[in-house]
């Protein structure tokens, strides 16, 4: 499995030649790309009222 440390600031994803949880199966002379996505989750502001 590819793998990184999560962030509560980001949501991953991966693709090509991995599943949708990163894992591969790699046989002898086996050549294969992850690509490791992070998208930032969207801030929204809070407005209190005074």
């Known amino acids: ?3 990184e440390d999560a962030s509560a600031n980001y ?3 991966y693709g090509g030649d991995s599943d949708s949880s990163g894992n ?3 046989s002898p002379f086996d050549s294969k790309t992850v690509i490791i996505t ?3 989750i969207a801030f929204s502001d809070i407005t209190t009222s005074p």
Do not use: A, F, P, R
Request: charge should be neutral; hydrophobic fraction near 40%.
């Open 1 to 3: 499995m590819i793998k």
């Open 11 to 13: 949501t991953v994803s």
């Open 24 to 26: 591969i199966t790699l």
């Open 38 to 40: 992070n998208n930032d």
